[in-house]
């Protein structure tokens, strides 16, 4: 009863002090401290609410037996982090927004393909995944290869239509300039029209890193090898080992925002002139 109270007033506590951050001057460390405090406050209503409330483990375990076998577990889930995550989510990933940024580049330069391509990337991106997996998987087999197969149909039309979209963003006046320069389409191309379109492209990369990783997990439920991400929760779940199935959860939640975080990273860097990371509005 003790501890239940005493997390209810920790985030009381912690909200008060969000509140007084958000009145400072913007810092890195303010930044960093809000989500900190509500992802502890979050931790310590859930352990005390199934302690307090006697919830059982099969419905919601407590964060504490989710971090002990999360330690325990440490060799099976790295094994399924390197089966769905780096051979299933991030090859696909790879394959999947290369494939588009090719394909954007021919349907930028060809009207009429981009008039044939784009509507069906619209109907097809409209497709659930839940019935592209198991097609894919039935071609391609039960390995990694499937698995990064979906994970490429996913991410492919989200760079497509995001890099056409950004390639049409030049201004006239621009291309004008360009064209009194007499510059080629090429040359147009890599120093006006490709310049202005990253902040689109890294948008739908942005956007991708979840659809890789959802993908990747969503297609192991129709067949893949004994390891990953989707399989040890497919199989975990029957048997009632919630705790493995939230640790599995853990390592897909700090892969995803690692993977983000990346792709954010890499913005900053290749688009470092771009108002919006120069804290321009």
Same mark, same amino acid.
């Not at 504490?64 to 889930?77: D, E, G, N, Q, W």
């Not at 390197?82 to 394959?95: D, E, P, R």
């Not at 499937?146 to 994970?151: I, L, N, R």
């Given at each position: 009863?003790?501890?239940?109270?005493?997390?209810?007033?920790?985030?009381?506590?912690?909200?008060?002090?969000?509140?007084?951050?958000?009145?400072?001057?913007?810092?890195?460390?303010?930044?960093?401290?809000?989500?900190?405090?509500?992802?502890?406050?979050?931790?310590?209503?859930?352990?005390?609410?199934?302690?307090?409330?006697?919830?059982?483990?099969?419905?919601?375990?407590?964060?504490?037996?989710?971090?002990?076998?999360?330690?325990?577990?440490?060799?099976?889930?790295?094994? %399924?982090?390197?089966?769905?995550?780096?051979?299933?989510?991030?090859?696909?990933?790879?394959?999947?927004?290369?494939?588009?940024?090719?394909?954007?580049?021919?349907?930028?330069?060809?009207?009429?393909?981009?008039?044939?391509?784009?509507?069906?990337?619209?109907?097809?991106?409209?497709?659930?995944?839940?019935?592209?997996?198991?097609?894919?998987?039935?071609?391609?087999?039960? @390995?990694?290869?499937?698995?990064?197969?979906?994970?490429?149909?996913?991410?492919?039309?989200?760079?497509?239509?995001?890099?056409?979209?950004?390639?049409?963003?030049?201004?006239?006046?621009?291309? %004008?300039?360009?064209?009194?320069?007499?510059?080629?389409?090429?040359?147009?191309?890599?120093?006006?029209?490709?310049?202005?379109?990253?902040?689109?492209?890294?948008n739908g990369l942005k956007i991708c890193t979840t659809l890789a990783l959802i993908g990747?997990?969503?297609?192991?439920?129709? @067949?893949?090898?004994?390891?990953?991400? @989707?399989?040890?929760?497919?199989?975990?779940?029957?048997?009632?080992?919630? %705790?493995?199935?939230?640790?599995?959860?853990?390592?897909?939640?700090?892969?995803?925002?690692?993977?983000?975080? @990346?792709?954010?990273?890499?913005?900053?860097?290749?688009?470092?002139?771009?108002?919006?990371?120069?804290?321009?509005?």
């Amino acid at each position: 009863m003790a501890y239940f109270w005493g997390a209810i007033v920790f985030w009381i506590l912690a909200w008060l002090v969000n509140i007084w951050i958000a009145r400072q001057n913007e810092s890195r460390v303010l930044n960093v401290l809000p989500p900190i405090l509500f992802g502890v406050s979050v931790i310590f209503i859930w352990e005390a609410s199934v302690l307090h409330f006697e919830v059982s483990p099969v419905i919601l375990p407590p964060p504490s037996a989710i971090y002990f076998k999360f330690i325990s577990s440490v060799p099976i889930l790295w094994g %399924d982090f390197v089966q769905t995550v780096i051979k299933g989510a991030l090859s696909g990933y790879l394959m999947g927004c290369g494939a588009a940024f090719a394909v954007s580049l021919i349907a930028d330069k060809f009207k009429f393909f981009e008039r044939g391509i784009l509507p069906i990337g619209n109907f097809l991106a409209a497709m659930p995944i839940i019935g592209i997996a198991p097609i894919l998987v039935m071609w391609y087999g039960y @390995g990694w290869q499937s698995k990064a197969a979906v994970v490429a149909v996913m991410v492919f039309f989200p760079i497509l239509v995001n890099t056409v979209q950004g390639m049409k963003m030049s201004d006239k006046i621009h291309r %004008d300039l360009m064209q009194t320069y007499n510059a080629s389409y090429f040359q147009t191309l890599l120093k006006l029209r490709l310049s202005t379109a990253m902040p689109f492209i890294f948008n739908g990369l942005k956007i991708c890193t979840t659809l890789a990783l959802i993908g990747a997990i969503v297609a192991e439920f129709f @067949g893949s090898p004994i390891r990953g991400m @989707g399989f040890r929760i497919s199989t975990e779940a029957p048997r009632f080992a919630l %705790d493995m199935v939230w640790a599995e959860i853990t390592v897909a939640a700090i892969a995803g925002s690692l993977f983000y975080g @990346g792709v954010v990273l890499l913005e900053k860097w290749i688009t470092f002139w771009h108002p919006s990371q120069r804290g321009r509005v």
